[in-house]
């Protein structure tokens, strides 16, 4: 498959892709088709953003064997297709019905509906999981010495960005009622070298660590959004088939895989041995998601206690157990998860 020059895909025969032109090999009935982000490059935002999505799918049992040369891969043992694709363009390929669900940031999700002017609750899109992966912020960002001054005083002036939707909304309601004539230029990359080269007073861009934007001389002006990568699925109605059948339960399965992947990477299970005497004291320091597992030893007076606990509070709880006076004291890691 390859791309046109803005970035959307076609076949090897030149024919655009939508559901009307797929070839029975891509769209057939029942299998949900699932876009994924293309590879981006490493050490940026949108390259951590891509491999932390590719572990996620491939933890999750999302196997798919991508053929050379095709932006396509059906997934093992499931009635899946995975359909790379540029990440800003998932939103729309999803409202429009062309894939059943997608992975993107919330950044980009907002830009389409924004674009398609969707308010958030009437756009044909229905979020499943916030999936917690390349959570940052889209920023209003000028040269460090103008940095101080309030958002308001960048009405008018020209802004460089590759949001231009939220950029133009974000400015709006700066201006309120006033009208304004903010330059807004779109550009697909390096937006943080524009005011270096004297192409923007100020630019909207996105900010992770703030490493880039510092190199580049600029500091925050004020944030315009939060984001973080999403997982979502275009409206179920009767007209897609997303409502009920095939489609609608392997959706569900698609939403429970990726939950319980999720939930693996913010949970261990601790094991330990402890005496009847230290008991209480014992599941009180690891309650779980319910309660923890007890069985008794083969030694009299003597049990084994286990128990999911928050990946981030394990070491302590660990230390604290051999203080109650557990024994045997084990942290293991999950791989995958079904709560």
């Given at each position: 498959?390859?791309?046109?020059?803005?970035g959307?895909?076609?076949?090897e025969?030149?024919?655009p892709?939508?559901?009307?032109?797929m070839?029975?090999?891509?769209?057939e009935?029942?299998?949900?088709?699932?876009?994924?982000?293309?590879?981006?490059?490493?050490?940026?935002i949108?390259?951590?953003?891509?491999?932390?999505?590719?572990k996620?799918?491939?933890?999750?049992?999302?196997d798919?064997?991508r053929?050379?040369?095709?932006?396509?891969?059906?997934?093992?043992e499931l009635?899946?297709?995975?359909?790379?694709?540029p990440?800003a363009?998932?939103?729309?390929?999803?409202?429009?019905?062309n894939v059943?669900?997608g992975?993107?940031?919330?950044?980009?999700?907002?830009?389409?509906?924004?674009e398609?002017?969707?308010?958030n609750?009437?756009?044909?899109?229905?979020?499943?999981?916030?999936?917690?992966?390349g959570?940052?912020?889209?920023?209003?960002?000028?040269?460090?010495?103008?940095c101080d001054?309030p958002?308001k005083d960048?009405v008018?002036?020209?802004?460089?960005?590759?949001?231009?939707?939220?950029?133009?909304?974000?400015?709006?309601?700066?201006?309120?009622q006033d009208?304004?004539?903010t330059?807004?230029?779109?550009v697909?990359?390096s937006?943080e070298?524009a005011?270096?080269?004297?192409?923007a007073?100020?630019?909207?861009?996105?900010?992770?660590?703030?490493t880039?934007?510092?190199?580049?001389g600029l500091?925050?002006?004020?944030?315009?959004?939060?984001?973080e990568?999403?997982?979502?699925?275009?409206r179920?109605?009767e007209a897609?088939?997303?409502?009920?059948g095939?489609k609608?339960e392997?959706?569900?399965?698609?939403?429970?895989?990726?939950?319980?992947?999720l939930t693996?990477?913010?949970?261990v299970?601790?094991?330990?041995?402890?005496?009847?005497?230290d008991?209480a004291?014992?599941?009180?320091?690891m309650?779980?998601k319910?309660s923890?597992?007890?069985?008794?030893?083969?030694?009299e007076q003597?049990h084994?206690?286990?128990?999911?606990?928050?990946?981030?509070?394990?070491?302590?709880?660990?230390d604290e157990?051999?203080?109650?006076?557990?024994?045997?004291?084990?942290?293991l890691?999950?791989s995958?998860?079904r709560?």
């Amino acid at each position: 498959m390859a791309g046109y020059k803005d970035g959307s895909p076609k076949f090897e025969d030149g024919a655009p892709w939508s559901k009307s032109s797929m070839p029975e090999k891509v769209i057939e009935k029942n299998i949900v088709l699932f876009a994924a982000s293309r590879a981006a490059t490493p050490e940026t935002i949108a390259g951590r953003i891509h491999d932390g999505v590719m572990k996620m799918l491939k933890g999750a049992g999302f196997d798919a064997k991508r053929p050379d040369r095709l932006d396509v891969a059906m997934c093992k043992e499931l009635p899946i297709k995975l359909v790379y694709l540029p990440a800003a363009d998932i939103p729309s390929y999803v409202m429009e019905g062309n894939v059943d669900v997608g992975i993107c940031g919330s950044d980009m999700l907002e830009e389409a509906m924004t674009e398609s002017g969707y308010a958030n609750d009437e756009a044909p899109i229905e979020v499943m999981l916030k999936l917690g992966i390349g959570k940052c912020k889209l920023c209003l960002q000028a040269p460090a010495q103008f940095c101080d001054r309030p958002a308001k005083d960048f009405v008018g002036k020209r802004i460089v960005t590759s949001f231009p939707a939220l950029t133009k909304r974000f400015f709006d309601e700066l201006a309120g009622q006033d009208s304004h004539d903010t330059h807004i230029k779109e550009v697909s990359g390096s937006v943080e070298a524009a005011c270096g080269l004297g192409l923007a007073d100020a630019v909207v861009d996105l900010v992770e660590t703030g490493t880039t934007m510092k190199a580049a001389g600029l500091d925050i002006v004020a944030d315009v959004l939060e984001t973080e990568v999403l997982l979502f699925q275009q409206r179920p109605s009767e007209a897609n088939g997303l409502e009920s059948g095939s489609k609608a339960e392997t959706l569900k399965l698609i939403e429970r895989r990726i939950a319980g992947y999720l939930t693996a990477t913010k949970y261990v299970m601790i094991i330990c041995n402890c005496h009847h005497d230290d008991l209480a004291a014992v599941c009180a320091l690891m309650p779980g998601k319910r309660s923890p597992t007890v069985t008794e030893l083969k030694e009299e007076q003597w049990h084994s206690v286990s128990s999911l606990v928050r990946i981030d509070e394990s070491n302590r709880i660990m230390d604290e157990l051999a203080k109650a006076g557990a024994t045997d004291v084990l942290c293991l890691a999950l791989s995958n998860t079904r709560m």
